[in-house]
């Protein structure tokens, strides 16, 4: 396959599944209620914040990929985008969000690995995980929130 065919797979997949998961498993009647903190983003900013980290998230997977898994980061690659999809069934399916915090707060953990061990190697990608970090972190902190409150 040509890179190119590699990379717009990577990009199908990502934006694709983030899609799909997004369309299964959107917030319902019982995220509404839900009691939620001052600093909860108005639903509108998800959609163009995840559209932007995904094709993010699928750069650095090509870029792992092209690298032939080179200290295996395409391994944690993978490992945070299942954790990335796990975590809407977790929170809005299952209506779990102490269960979600735990994914999450692992999706975060695989996050930073990934900068941290791609850094040397693949500038690049670590620096489209940033956003991606720092998004994970402020969720994370949502998650809390709302576990928390109710």
């Given at each position: 396959?040509?890179k190119?065919t590699?990379?717009?797979?990577?990009?199908?997949?990502?934006?694709?599944?983030?899609?799909?998961?997004?369309?299964?498993?959107?917030?319902?009647p019982?995220?509404?209620?839900?009691?939620?903190?001052?600093?909860?983003?108005?639903?509108w900013?998800?959609?163009?914040?995840?559209?932007?980290?995904?094709?993010?998230?699928?750069?650095?997977?090509?870029?792992?990929?092209?690298?032939?898994?080179?200290?295996?980061?395409?391994?944690?690659?993978?490992?945070?985008?299942?954790?990335?999809?796990?975590?809407?069934?977790?929170?809005?399916v299952?209506?779990?969000?102490?269960?979600?915090?735990?994914?999450?707060?692992?999706?975060?953990?695989?996050?930073?690995?990934?900068?941290?061990?791609?850094?040397?190697?693949?500038?690049?990608?670590?620096?489209?995980?940033?956003?991606?970090?720092v998004?994970?972190?402020?969720?994370?902190?949502?998650?809390?929130?709302?576990?928390?409150?109710?």
């Open positions: 396959m040509t190119w590699i990379r717009i797979a990577f990009l199908l997949l990502v934006m694709g599944g983030g899609i799909l998961i997004g369309t299964l498993t959107a917030p319902g019982w995220y509404a209620a839900l009691d939620k903190p001052v600093f909860n983003p108005p639903n900013i998800f959609a163009p914040v995840w559209t932007t980290l995904y094709v993010l998230i699928a750069m650095a997977g090509w870029r792992q990929y092209e690298a032939r898994n080179e200290g295996g980061y395409l391994t944690l690659w993978w490992v945070q985008l299942l954790l990335n999809f796990l975590w809407s069934p977790m929170f809005f299952l209506q779990q969000p102490w269960l979600a915090l735990a994914v999450i707060l692992a999706l975060l953990a695989v996050i930073a690995l990934f900068i941290r061990g791609t850094w040397s190697r693949d500038r690049l990608s670590a620096l489209a995980f940033i956003p991606y970090l998004w994970v972190s402020f969720a994370s902190l949502l998650n809390l929130s709302i576990a928390i409150f109710n």
